[in-house]
């Protein structure tokens, strides 16, 4: 059997970060499986379905790292199909038409509340062929009377509900639109979906949908439930996921990062798109519900910070610098930057904040370090560097070094003494990497025009 699975979100909103899991458990399946991952779009809901929020969506995926291979399947396009469903169900006796009006139907609920019993449709016209003419109605699907449905699910395990839970519920309004739990089956079997997997909001849905599948002639596919994560609406994890991407977050990081919210390989943290292609599957998935932690997300973005090519991770955080009003091309400086750079930040909007003086000299000096630092005395010692820089044939932290170490000796000063005015020029404060590397990273030119701006401090 080849495994197809399906991300089934709504276009009434961006992806948050539950639905992305959801989306990347999918994925990893499909791709562990050597299966199909398809996108479809569950648009029913017209008031509030939107086209930005599809191409939200689609963003979104594509960015991750998982486009889909085939979709988006939009359900509107699909009404004609739903309706065929409807009337070969009725056909073959699996459904029927109701009649009973709104009023009938709340009086039924309103007895059944008052004599303690939960409500449940009757049934009363499922075996009914007294059908009136020119009224409107609803068309219910027959649920099974007795017995129980069990669903042996990948995460939940085996779960079991009495049909005498269940009735037989509206697959079409009187106004001739399908219902949720209608449409989702007749789509899953068309699409001959093998592995339906979402949260476990929808265990409920799954015992409705079970019956409508077989009375379609279809088995039911295997489900995998995933249990729900913990604190998403507090500390910003309700945010969508352009939200992410937009403070900074990589989308290696967050897949990562979400990888592990329900599903385990040892105690590894860390793992790259093709490890969890390989070690991903349903064994490993929890059934207890994970906990949205911030700050381990920060942790993990900072490690992918670290671990992604320079070249890759400056591409990624060129928009960053644009949107600053910074003017970057990714060349060798932008890449040298990222890797002096790299450590000092979580996400790459701090990379931005950090970095922010070696694309604009519009920054205020440290008034405390300038105090402590740049003293008058050495301003012999600071010219003869800038003489020095000025004649480096090989502009690299190592020659710089060399000079900076020969004129301490000349002037008889600590490395330190050299090195602090250094960074508050470049800077304007004391706190950056290794001086040497950093007066290396800059333009000659620009070290020189700063040197000579922070002269004037001391
Ligand atoms: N549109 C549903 C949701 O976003 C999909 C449920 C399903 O996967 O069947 O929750």
């Known amino acids: 059997m080849s495994v197809r699975v399906r991300f089934a979100p709504s276009n009434t909103g961006r992806l948050h970060l539950g639905n992305v899991r959801t989306a990347l458990f999918n994925y990893l399946f499909a791709r562990n499986q050597g299966g199909t991952f398809i996108l479809r779009i569950e648009d029913t809901d017209r008031a509030r379905s939107r086209d930005e929020y599809t191409e939200a969506i689609t963003d979104a995926l594509e960015w991750l790292g998982m486009t889909p291979d085939e979709g988006p399947i939009f359900q509107t396009d699909r009404m004609d199909r739903y309706r065929e469903a409807v009337d070969r169900l009725i056909d073959e006796g699996h459904a029927y038409r109701c009649y009973a009006t709104p009023e009938e139907l709340e009086a039924e609920r309103e007895k059944a509340i008052a004599e303690g019993r939960k409500p449940k449709y009757s049934g009363k016209w499922r075996d009914r062929t007294d059908h009136p003419e020119d009224q409107p109605y609803t068309v219910r699907i027959k649920m099974p009377q007795e017995g129980q449905i069990t669903i042996d699910d990948m995460v939940q395990g085996e779960v079991t509900v009495d049909v005498e839970e269940l009735d037989d519920f509206i697959i079409m309004r009187s106004d001739g639109t399908p219902t949720y739990n209608f449409v989702v089956v007749v789509d899953d079997a068309a699409m001959e979906i093998s592995h339906v997997i979402r949260g476990d909001d929808h265990l ?255």
Request: proline share 4%; with cysteine.
């Open 204 to 458: 409920n849905n799954t015992f409705r949908q079970v019956p409508v599948y077989r009375a379609l002639g279809h088995e039911p596919p295997r489900f995998a439930h995933l249990p729900l994560i913990d604190g998403l609406s507090k500390r910003g994890g309700s945010a969508s996921i352009q939200d992410y991407r937009e403070q900074g977050y990589l989308s290696e990081a967050l897949v990562n990062y979400l990888s592990r919210l329900g599903w385990s390989h040892g105690d590894q943290e860390l793992f790259s798109h093709d490890e969890l292609v390989e070690y991903f599957g349903f064994d490993s998935v929890g059934r207890s519900p994970s906990n949205f932690d911030r700050d381990k997300l920060d942790w993990v973005n900072s490690e992918w910070m670290k671990k992604l090519p320079a070249s890759e991770l400056a591409e990624c955080w060129i928009p960053f610098l644009e949107r600053k009003g910074f003017d970057v091309e990714h060349d060798e400086q932008l890449v040298a930057i990222v890797n002096l750079m790299r450590d000092r930040a979580k996400t790459l909007v701090e990379l931005t904040e950090e970095s922010s003086y070696f694309f604009s000299a519009d920054f205020d000096y440290d008034q405390k370090a300038v105090d402590k630092w740049m003293s008058a005395d050495l301003k012999p010692a600071i010219e003869a560097l800038i003489e020095g820089l000025e004649e480096i044939d090989d502009w690299n932290s190592d020659a710089i070094g060399t000079l900076y170490r020969a004129v301490g000796d000349e002037y008889d000063l600590g490395l330190a003494k050299l090195a602090q005015p250094t960074r508050i020029s470049l800077t304007g404060s004391t706190s950056s990497p290794s001086v040497f590397s950093l007066v290396a990273t800059f333009d000659r030119d620009e070290v020189i025009r700063r040197l000579h701006a922070g002269t004037e401090l001391l």
